[in-house]
DNA sequence: TCGTAAGCGAGACGGTACGTCTAGTCTTTCA
DNA sequence: TGAAAGACTAGACGTACCGTCTCGCTTACGA
């Protein structure tokens, strides 16, 4: 954030105020939900004036946006031994994120609004989605090391597009069967997944002859 | 609808009121966005009473579900020859849908909606999710007439996970790639696609080897 | 007034709330005073929604001129057998509504908006003001019966200035004894005031000559 | 500057915030009217923060009376050589006094306060109202002087009830003419209005008689 | 053919939440 | 150490919709 050298006059803003807010929010959000989610609610959970929320929000989906970010920030993926442990441990642990309550319909609520609202798509971006693409770049590293994948192509754009590609196919699929198929995503669906993201559609269509997709 | 065996007395509902509310909440949803379609609006663009709307849609949720329900049943698939082609083709086209304002607003909106009210996720399942699939049916026994795929295994119940996972791996994958990381679904990305979908992680990462992935 | 010749469509006003917003007015008015008179707090005596009140009055003082304007109403001059004991019933009447505190506070309260606010100048002229101009005319009417006062002027408009230069001497002469100079209007006060505006400043200057000015 | 040996560590812009303070309280009244004249608007207005102006009044309303009140001092009471030319002059004068928005928006509105509020009507008396019954005072001793009144009584409780009664009968004249009757105090008002007060409703009635009203 | 039951438009109803504004108070930093 | 700047709590403001409820029609069926 490359120094804020503005000598702040007056009373600075409170931090621990920024801290209730966006834990009422993600506490209210369980409670309550997405469309009944009040600013004033909010404020009130929060021991906080409504003014003080406006003066830092302009809106209930920016709020949101903040509130849920953190969460996501928790994913992790810890290395499995090899690329298809990887890939079932991070489709795995990004549903159980979904699952949780406050993560889905924020997360559903807030893309909804950035239909129609550049700047918040800007926001959402920023905040959530391409933190986790790190992810992928994680894991595409160590497979890489691992020679299950090969090294990176010469062009950097091409590499760039690979990655976004298999961002967009998981967490796609997660998030389609999770909140759309609203299917359980488990062991099962994650080995069926992963052999198909891996091997590709004629594998995936007759798994008998390789191993078995249940746990 | 199968046997309305009420002789329905009174006044019948007026159809022109229905097509008027559907076409006026399609419109709408266009111009001003989910968080602003109003009940009220919608009648007033209609030319009609709010009861009159109350009377067939309890909930804005509802409504729009009907509404776009529609658009969704105008996608096909025509043969394109082959499976890659196929699978390209409806990416295509399911990308272009999603492009158009109203299809995009509404789908998200609906779904985060729905994450707090299973009544509503069984109406878009019915109305719009489940209504899809034939897509992916109609492609794979094509691509089994073809030769491209095996048949379909003894056990249906595998036939159908197989179905339900390609359908959320398209489908989750041109989403998020449209409405979440907000990039452009056009030929190219089509091609790199469909090469992961049918030959695996392996193959995409390298696709230099066989075939240029652009147009 | 003089009919009302519109079908008036919809769902028609309720009286009752309009009864129960004015006496919800005065009795809040009493109770909390002026400035701390909210919109809100009315609605909730009334049993009314805000919105109900703000249908039938923009602002608060529109709201409070229509709720005391009654007051004013019941302002009546009994025939006191002369002129002398018509002008001290109409003065000690008048000062006894001025001493109930919700008159007394909305009267200077509306009066002080007014001072900005042409269209509640009117308001209060109509609904107020010029409806106790009759007490001024009822009086001199009946003294010129008697022969204490000589008949009207042949010029109208000469009659109109008297008649109001009267009406602001005693009103205005009560309302500042009541509310500006703050003292009791008591019998005594109104005799002597009343032998002013009887005789004029030479009499009253030296009233021991004639008759004593308490009762 | 070389001398100006101050060490000022205290308060040095006390004296000019005052001043400031009065003066855009003044100017705002005129602008904004009373209802709309807020703490921090003055505050902004006159370059100073809300904490000094908080220090020195504790309210709007004692704000503005001292605002105002120096207003009220201009008034003069020049001898016109006879009771009926002094009269007349102090009715003008104050009428134009009355004319000013500042003057007549701030004087109702902290009389309205002043309703239910024992101190603010102390001070309202102490810095408006008693300093202009000076003027009454000197126009009834010039008066005595020349013969057209007679001297004091021997009583001082009853000169003073007559002089208050004076005062409130001009004054309210006056007001009640200017801010609730809303007409114009001119050279003929105030002329029927003095015949009205030294002479009483008798010859005011049939002035024709003595002297013609008009300028 | 006529009654009657439901649908229709209009719009008022009691509510909830909005986002803004103001009142006063409470920290900060500056001079 | 007082004044400016401005963040703070509290709560009223007037508006927009909500979903429900009269109203006075209109429309179609069935007796």
């Known amino acids: 954030m490359a120094g804020c050298p503005a000598p702040r ?5 409170s931090a621990a105020a920024d801290r209730a807010i966006l834990d009422a929010t993600r506490t209210a959000l369980v409670e309550v939900g997405w469309s009944k989610l009040t600013m004033g ?17 302009a809106a ?11 969460l996501f920030d928790e994913l992790e993926l810890p290395d499995g031994g090899s690329l298809r442990a990887d890939v079932e441990g991070v489709v795995l642990s990004f549903a159980a994120l979904l699952r949780r309550p406050e993560t889905k319909t924020a997360l559903m609520a807030v893309l909804a609004e950035s239909t129609t609202d550049e700047a918040l798509r800007r926001r ?10 790190r992810l992928v770049l994680d894991g595409r590293a160590r497979a890489q090391r691992r020679g299950e994948l090969p090294p990176d192509s010469a062009d950097p754009a091409e590499t760039e597009r690979v ?5 967009d196919v998981i967490a796609g699929a997660v998030v389609h069967r999770s909140l759309v198929s609203d299917c359980p995503v488990d062991g099962a669906w994650a080995a069926t997944f992963t052999t198909l993201l891996l091997d590709g559609l004629g594998s995936a269509s007759a798994p008998r002859a390789g191993e078995p997709p249940g746990p």
């Not at 006059?9 to 803003?13: A, E, H, S, V």
């Not at 609610?41 to 929000?57: D, I, N, P, Q």
């Not at 209930?60 to 953190?70: C, G, H, P, R």
């Open 9 to 13: 006059r007056g009373r600075p803003r």
């Open 41 to 57: 609610e909010v404020a009130r959970r929060a021991g906080v004036a409504k003014t003080t929320l406006y003066r830092r929000w």
């Open 60 to 70: 209930k989906s920016e709020l949101v946006v903040d509130a849920v970010a953190v």
């Open 124 to 133: 959402i971006r920023a905040a959530i989605v391409d933190r986790q693409k």
């Open 163 to 167: 990655v976004d590609l298999i961002f």
